[in-house]
């Protein structure tokens, strides 16, 4: 039976700990948190949207197809995909859990494709049905949702997992500095083999551009995160040590590497990159100069950002402008001029792609047809000024009014209009999360009127927000 009680921190970090508890002996010490994480990752996300569930549903008076609906929820879990259909299973529960988190990923692409790793579920020679069951139960006994867990407490205790995980992993394999200075060698040739063919000469942009390239998808980020961790983890352990000065220009690189590449601090994702060491996060103020970065659902495209990006090419700003740019495509390429700048997106990553354009030269184009998204939407927006939101809106219900709509089209409208204004910001549409508040506040202005089951009302009410908020 699980509990819902408040965790003090110390208490939470030793009930997450005991899980990797169990599967000493079975799993490296190293190999850890390919299951720990993924395991609590999915029990949260359960948890969560079970919060969520019961929250709306008491706001509904116990409508249960209005609590169901996705903006109602931060993630989507498919049917047959939860933790509790995965913990009635009693055989092949690897398998269960494989499905499941694979559902769940697919159901989920822009926020949480991937993040379960590729952990080996169905290997029965090290996860028996008896040991998942014990780590299932294990984590069953507590709820994991925001009234008893708050993000900020989960998120110190990943800090102290992984802080956990690497002490274990370098005293299961290590016990004196010989041992220490003997591994040395291996982790560092493990580490640089992410980045076979890069010039490690090249400095500034060019550099690092072409050492992200080698890890350019999330599955390669963490596994340049996890071989780095463990190196970073002997380095510490040896420094001030001698036997460093030979490899100190490959280390201090690829803490360069990994600088630009780390997940900002409120990703998911995080766990892989936190927690390095004195010496080394020393050796990243001193010689590393990569810019922060606006997590992408913050970033405002104007033309402050864009001259900022062309003057001081960055990897990251470069790639995030890249995804804006795409984002706002998609949201307008059904208009002829977005349409057009899509196609030029388009051709220019294509010659990116096939090495036909400098990365200097890619930059300064993607800025060009930055700044005429930017004054494109200046002029849409002007255009769209000329028709008010309200009346838009009320267009609509008299458009889609039948004997079920209730006749009081302009106090709906105007529920609507007022709570859409309480939610929105600039910019919102091109956001997750501002794009579900919204939502959110639609259908519950419907459910108000028992109009919050008509799908297709709800689509084109949602479309004119969109166009006109």
Not at 34 to 56: A, C, G, H, T, W
Not at 109 to 130: E, Q
Not at 171 to 191: C, F, G, Y
Not at 216 to 226: G, I, M, P, V
Request: net charge negative; with cysteine.
């Amino acid at each position: 039976m699980m509990t819902q009680l408040s965790f003090d921190q110390k208490a939470l970090e030793k009930y997450l700990w005991e899980a990797a508890v169990i599967l000493r002996g079975t799993i490296d010490a190293g190999d850890y948190k390919q299951y720990i994480f993924p395991l609590m990752f999915f029990k949260r996300i359960s948890d969560v949207y079970d919060e969520e569930f019961e929250n709306v549903l008491a706001e509904s008076d116990g409508d249960l197809e209005y609590a169901a609906f996705a903006e109602n929820h931060n993630f989507l879990i498919p049917e047959g995909a939860h933790w509790n259909d995965v913990r009635e299973t009693t055989t092949n529960i690897g398998l269960a859990l494989q499905n499941a988190m694979r559902a769940i990923e697919k159901a989920n692409p822009d926020t949480l494709d991937g993040i379960f790793g590729d952990a080996s579920w169905t290997n029965k020679d090290c996860l028996t049905d008896a040991m998942l069951t014990n780590l299932i139960e294990h984590y069953s006994q507590h709820k994991l949702n925001l009234k008893n867990v708050p993000d900020d407490k989960l998120s110190n205790a990943y800090e102290y997992l992984i802080k956990e995980f690497a002490d274990d992993s370098v005293q299961q394999v290590t016990s004196n500095l010989s041992e220490l200075r003997a591994k040395l060698p291996q982790a560092m040739i493990d580490t640089l083999a992410h980045f076979v063919g890069v010039d490690r000469t090249i400095e500034g942009f060019e550099g690092l551009e072409a050492a992200q390239n080698a890890i350019s998808d999330d599955k390669k980020k963490d596994a340049f995160a996890l071989d780095f961790k463990y190196l970073a983890k002997l380095w510490e352990s040896l420094s001030p040590d001698s036997v460093l000065d030979e490899y100190n220009e490959d280390y201090k690189w690829l803490a360069q590497v990994y600088e630009s590449v780390k997940p900002a601090s409120d990703n998911i994702g995080k766990l892989l990159w936190l927690t390095l060491g004195a010496q080394t996060t020393q050796l990243i103020h001193d010689n590393v100069h990569v810019g922060n970065v606006h997590n992408l659902e913050e970033f405002v495209l104007d033309a402050d950002v864009i001259e900022n990006i062309f003057n001081n090419p960055d990897p990251r700003k470069t790639k995030q402008l890249e995804k804006e740019l795409a984002k706002r495509f998609k949201d307008r390429g059904d208009l002829p001029v977005f349409k057009s700048l899509s196609e030029r997106l388009e051709a220019l990553r294509d010659k990116a792609e096939k090495g036909l354009i400098a990365s200097i030269d890619f930059v300064k184009e993607l800025c060009k047809i930055a700044k005429e998204v930017v004054q494109a939407e200046k002029e849409l927006d002007d255009e769209l000024q000329e028709r008010t939101p309200k009346a838009a809106l009320t267009d609509l219900f008299l458009e889609l009014k039948d004997d079920q709509t209730p006749a009081v089209v302009e106090r709906i409208v105007t529920d609507i209009d007022a709570i859409v204004r309480v939610v929105r910001f600039p910019g919102w549409q091109g956001t997750t999360g501002g794009e579900r508040e919204v939502q959110k506040s639609l259908r519950k202005a419907l459910l108000k009127y028992k109009l919050h089951t008509d799908q297709i009302l709800f689509d084109r009410a949602y479309g004119y927000i969109k166009e006109y908020y």
